[in-house]
């Protein structure tokens, strides 16, 4: 009863301080510039965003976010990560993104981001919603992310004095989007790549275009300096035994981990955290980044104010380089393709706003150190 209230009281409060939201209305601008749409991660953070009134349409409003006078709005669907992985969980939640997409069009929207477990709803070029929604642009984040995650990633590996002469690093999801993505960033720059994942031929195509070794088991993978962790895939998530298992011989594991939900959930990382340093990645960070309340709406969604997922960031920055700055090529661009071009395009975007890495956390706390110091046990 109380999550209700609070849940009620935060969604009219988003409306109520919406001082630029006033603004809007009272100069005549539409109300949305981004709608990113998102799944819920579990019964859990649904209590937080709803109690026990979850929307009768499926879909409603979350965070309100504002990048340099762009303003996003988070549409959550009621739909968890783990429904969106049977057929009719993903049947239910098409029908009710796509209610979620004519909301935001009705509003306003010209940008649309596929957050989170979303992304690959509508295939992998996403044609349904292009051929229905001929004036929107869709963009699922991950060149964003991807950019985030390779330079965290190279930021970690030098604040823990790693370099490809002393690094072994294993890959979570190696084929997966962001995993293939990290993955060619470390063999580019000649690290010791593992490639890790449940999918043996996705594997193996992986080892064919890059020079990796490749792991279906945690046991076949040997002893790492570094996990990258990109799924939070059942088969792939770290425990304290595969941790202990993994890490050099009286050595700390670091784990960068860009999954969402996070691959080292913070319970087993409480049971391990004396043998592993882990950080959160893919993150972005502006100073002309701000969450309408501020640090409670971003708090709900585990970040810092001033700090977005990578995904969203993408999505606020599009709209700010093709509608603010006039940049109508982005417009040709397909975003449901993470590759070099479109990643530059992106990477030169983020600068215009001022987007880079956010200072190093683990669950929201800073990562007080990067020691892989020698440890007893």
């Not at 709803?50 to 549409?75: C, E, F, K, M």
């Not at 992310?145 to 965290?152: E, G, H, K, R």
């Not at 076949?220 to 962790?229: E, L, P, S, Y």
């Not at 035994?241 to 080292?264: G, T």
């Amino acid at each position: 009863m109380l999550a209700t209230y609070l849940a009620g009281l935060w969604r009219i409060a988003l409306v109520m301080f919406d001082y630029r939201g006033w603004y809007r209305w009272l100069s005549g601008q539409p109300p949305i510039d981004v709608a990113i749409i998102t799944n819920i991660r579990d019964e859990a953070e649904g209590q937080v965003f709803w109690g026990d009134n979850w929307p009768t349409s499926g879909h409603s409003n979350g965070a309100r976010i504002y990048l340099n006078g762009v303003a996003g709005q988070v549409r959550g669907i009621a739909v968890t990560t783990e429904e969106l992985m049977t057929k009719e969980g993903r049947q239910r939640a098409k029908s009710i993104f796509i209610d979620a997409v004519i909301w935001a069009q009705k509003r306003g929207a010209k940008v649309i981001l596929l957050a989170a477990s979303t992304k690959r709803l509508f295939g992998r070029d996403g044609h349904e919603l292009k051929q229905r929604f001929p004036d929107l642009l869709f963009t699922i984040g991950d060149n964003g992310t991807a950019t985030l995650l390779c330079q965290d990633v190279d930021n970690a590996l030098a604040k823990s004095g790693l370099n490809n002469s002393n690094a072994r690093v294993l890959v979570l999801g190696c084929y997966g989007i962001l995993g293939e993505a990290v993955t060619a960033h470390l063999t580019q720059r000649q690290f010791d790549v593992v490639g890790f994942g449940a999918n043996k031929k996705a594997l193996a195509d992986m080892a064919a275009h890059y020079p990796i070794a490749i792991a279906d088991t945690m046991d076949a993978v040997g002893r790492v300096d570094v996990v990258i962790a990109c799924t939070h895939n059942a088969d792939t998530r770290l425990t304290r035994a595969s941790i202990n298992a993994l890490r050099q011989h009286n050595r700390k594991l670091l784990v960068v981990d860009v999954a969402e939900p996070a691959n080292l959930d913070e319970a087993t990382y409480q049971q391990c955290q004396t043998w592993v340093i882990r950080q959160d990645a893919g993150n972005a960070h502006s100073p002309l980044l701000s969450y309408v309340l501020g640090g409670i709406s971003s708090r709900m969604l585990n970040l810092s104010p001033q700090v977005v997922f990578g995904c969203f960031a993408e999505a606020l920055t599009l709209y700010h380089s093709i509608y603010r700055e006039h940049n109508h090529v982005l417009l040709n661009q397909d975003w449901f393709q993470v590759n070099p071009a479109n990643r530059a395009f992106i990477d030169n975007a983020f600068a215009s706003v001022a987007i880079q890495c956010p200072d190093r956390c683990c669950f929201n706390k800073p990562v007080a150190a990067f020691t892989l110091e020698t440890l007893s046990g």
